[in-house]
């Protein structure tokens, strides 16, 4: 039986936009690094997990800030808009139900997007721990509230990080995982938004370029100091906002990153099923 997961997974292995996005969020991760270290972060009193979130965008000298969505797009998002632009979707529609077609495709963007994000972190993370000392720099409590760094001349105490302070603390390693999660959830629900633009242009461009340019949007706002987003919104975890205060969110927001990405499926498939093929297929 003839599988859309299964041809997404063939046309992934070919195309030279898969390797771009893998080699993108490495060297990005890597990048951030060098800014690390050149940095002299806590006095060159390196750790493999102070760079690692440092890359994903706690350094404000680390580029992966600008490439989130860009990445996430490149591998599978634009393959609704590729099929139509082709005409590839009228070869696979005969072959398939349009549902099953249309499911298996938010499956394969969803899927894949999200393994190779988990691929490409994890590469990043090998090199962190062999580029740098797998422990934190000694660290102390000053009023209760753990630190890396010396209580401010006023008594105020800067935590790092501020998403599940205390967690990081007592286990960095399940920390890294939990913000590497968040960061995965946000670039699927990126590519997600990717797919539901395809149903309107087959621009290739507009497909990839239009999400990019709605979290730059938003990342502008949320620097806003008299907004206040970053206290609210899933967003703060996603990439730059990686550093920004989580409020009392906690562990709803991978919860809420993952309903943002169902909605984004559903409103996908119901749009295409309503309209029926027809717009979609001229």
Partial sequence: MFS???????????RWQTAL??????????????????????????????????????????????ILPLAA?????????????????RFLLVRVPRRRYIVQKILATSLFTGLLFF????????????????????????????????????GEVYPFPTFFHNLFFEHPFVHVLLVTLVVILSAVAWANLSLLLSLWTTNIY?????PWLAYIVVMFIMAIPVVGLPHISPL???????????????????????????????ATYTIFVLRKGRDILE
């Fill in 4 to 14: 859309i997961l299964s041809a997404e997974a063939h046309r992934l292995r070919h």
């Fill in 21 to 66: 996005a893998f080699l993108v969020i490495i060297g990005f991760m890597v990048q951030g690094y060098i800014a690390y270290q050149n940095n002299g972060y806590l006095s060159n009193q390196f750790s493999a997990y102070i760079a690692y979130l440092y890359a994903l965008g706690a350094g404000g000298s680390a580029f992966w800030i600008g």
């Fill in 73 to 89: 797009c490149l591998i599978t998002g634009d393959s609704l808009a590729w099929d139509r632009k082709t005409g590839a979707v």
């Fill in 119 to 154: 691929a490409g972190f994890l590469v990043s993370f090998l090199i962190a721990i062999v580029w740098f000392p797998m422990t934190l720099p000694p660290w102390h409590v000053v009023n209760g509230v753990p630190t890396l760094s010396h209580i401010a001349p006023n």
């Fill in 206 to 210: 507009l497909v990839l370029g239009i």
């Fill in 236 to 266: 703060a975890l996603s990439g730059p906002f990686i550093a920004m205060r989580s409020g009392s969110l906690g562990l709803w927001i991978p919860f809420i990153w993952l309903v943002i990405i169902v909605g984004l499926a559903a």
